[in-house]
């Protein structure tokens, strides 16, 4: 139980990664908030499957990309367990694959506001509480598309190398204050979204066999353990770093 007793907080947590994150922190002893926008009966799922394996868990709606929403969450975890020691900065939208001629102004800013600016309210909100706790932790989830270049999503790799910029340059400026800020770059995990933007699911299975040292499919779990890690004691001297969990595909 490397996290008994701390609070987590994890936004876009009831689907996907978020999901295996909220879960894979509550097995590690953490209280957590089940941070959604729209998918409120799964987020109710989440915190039912923490609370059956005997963890303690809240969801709380919240549109990460709107300052007065995210302070209210902020609010609802402070009031529920009295503190906040761990931000996963997990909420994302990657809802748009054409060319960069066809993505439109409207898309881009939506994707900017929710990926990057999120970052940016959530992490503004949680502050003064993970100052407070002695040993704040912020892991923001970036995306191996940064590393790869990844083409007919200009959008959101713009955005995730902008979180990875924010994760290096907030870092500098909080580490004398017991807060650790790192991110992590996912490859490609096979989750609800993807399968509904790629529904070729064979052929992606494909194509990552060849492009990954590791030929299998990446699953939202794989990412829970550098997650963990990150939010521990044990990583307490390691801040302004990104770990890239792809099977080997991008060797950063």
């Not at 509550?26 to 039912?48: I, K, S």
């Given at each position: 139980?490397r996290l008994?007793?701390r609070?987590?907080?994890?936004?876009?947590?009831?689907?996907?990664i978020?999901?295996?994150?909220?879960v894979?922190?509550a097995?590690?002893?953490a209280l957590v908030?089940?941070?959604?926008n729209?998918?409120?009966?799964?987020?109710?799922?989440?915190?039912?499957?923490?609370?059956?394996?005997g963890?303690?868990a809240?969801s709380?709606?919240?549109d990460?990309?709107?300052?007065?929403?995210v302070?209210?969450?902020v609010?609802?975890?402070?009031?529920r367990?009295?503190a906040?020691?761990?931000?996963?900065?997990?909420a994302?939208?990657?809802?748009v694959?054409?060319?960069?001629?066809?993505?439109?102004?409207?898309d881009w800013?939506?994707?900017?506001?929710?990926?990057?600016?999120?970052?940016f309210?959530?992490?503004?909100?949680?502050y003064?509480?993970l100052?407070?706790?002695?040993?704040?932790r912020?892991?923001?989830?970036s995306s191996?598309t940064?590393?790869a270049?990844?083409d007919r999503l200009?959008?959101?790799?713009?955005s995730k190398g902008?979180?990875?910029?924010?994760?290096r340059?907030?870092s500098?400026?909080?580490?004398?204050e017991?807060?650790?800020?790192n991110?992590v770059t996912p490859g490609?995990?096979q989750?609800?979204s993807?399968?509904?933007?790629?529904?070729?699911?064979?052929g992606?299975a494909?194509?990552?066999?060849r492009?990954q040292?590791i030929?299998r499919?990446?699953?939202p779990?794989?990412?829970?353990?550098a997650?963990?890690f990150?939010?521990s004691?044990a990583?307490?001297f390691?801040?302004?770093?990104?770990i890239?969990?792809?099977?080997?595909?991008?060797?950063h």
């Amino acid at each position: 139980m490397r996290l008994d007793g701390r609070v987590a907080l994890v936004t876009g947590g009831s689907r996907g990664i978020g999901r295996a994150l909220a879960v894979g922190l509550a097995r590690e002893g953490a209280l957590v908030v089940v941070n959604f926008n729209a998918a409120g009966d799964a987020a109710a799922a989440v915190v039912a499957e923490i609370e059956t394996g005997g963890g303690s868990a809240i969801s709380f709606r919240a549109d990460v990309s709107r300052a007065a929403e995210v302070d209210a969450l902020v609010g609802a975890t402070i009031e529920r367990f009295g503190a906040l020691d761990i931000l996963v900065n997990n909420a994302a939208l990657t809802d748009v694959h054409r060319r960069w001629t066809e993505i439109t102004e409207a898309d881009w800013d939506r994707v900017q506001d929710v990926n990057l600016k999120g970052c940016f309210l959530c992490f503004r909100a949680a502050y003064p509480h993970l100052r407070a706790s002695g040993h704040g932790r912020v892991i923001n989830i970036s995306s191996v598309t940064f590393w790869a270049g990844s083409d007919r999503l200009a959008h959101y790799v713009a955005s995730k190398g902008g979180v990875i910029g924010f994760t290096r340059a907030i870092s500098r400026e909080v580490g004398s204050e017991g807060i650790t800020v790192n991110a992590v770059t996912p490859g490609a995990i096979q989750t609800d979204s993807e399968v509904a933007m790629f529904p070729d699911q064979a052929g992606i299975a494909a194509e990552m066999a060849r492009l990954q040292a590791i030929p299998r499919r990446g699953r939202p779990e794989d990412i829970v353990g550098a997650v963990v890690f990150l939010a521990s004691d044990a990583a307490s001297f390691i801040t302004g770093q990104t770990i890239n969990i792809d099977g080997g595909w991008a060797h950063h």
